[in-house]
């Protein structure tokens, strides 16, 4: 897996998925069919991967044009 550092700025994730490193936390950010799955681990140099410290997700109709949630 390649490393790079990534200023803050907008960006626009072109494959299905990505890992980031953030602090010690290791975070994948992942499309699904029906929308964004975002799960947040323990740096896994540390201990390997065990279940996610916190998990999210945002289906793609609560994203509609127009529409105000």
């Known amino acids: 897996m390649s490393s790079q550092d990534l200023k803050d700025d907008d960006y626009t994730l072109v ?9 010690k936390f290791a975070i994948r950010i992942h499309a699904t069919d029906e929308g964004v799955v975002v799960d947040i681990f ?7 991967f065990d279940d996610p410290l916190a998990s999210t ?5 609560e994203c509609e ?3 105000v949630k």
């Not at 323990?42 to 390997?48: C, F, I, M």
């Not at 997700?57 to 109709?61: H, I, N, S």
């Open 15 to 23: 494959e299905g998925a990505a890992w980031f490193t953030v602090k």
């Open 57 to 61: 997700y945002a289906f793609d109709d």
């Open 42 to 48: 323990k740096d896994p140099l540390e201990d390997g």
């Open 65 to 67: 044009k127009g529409e």
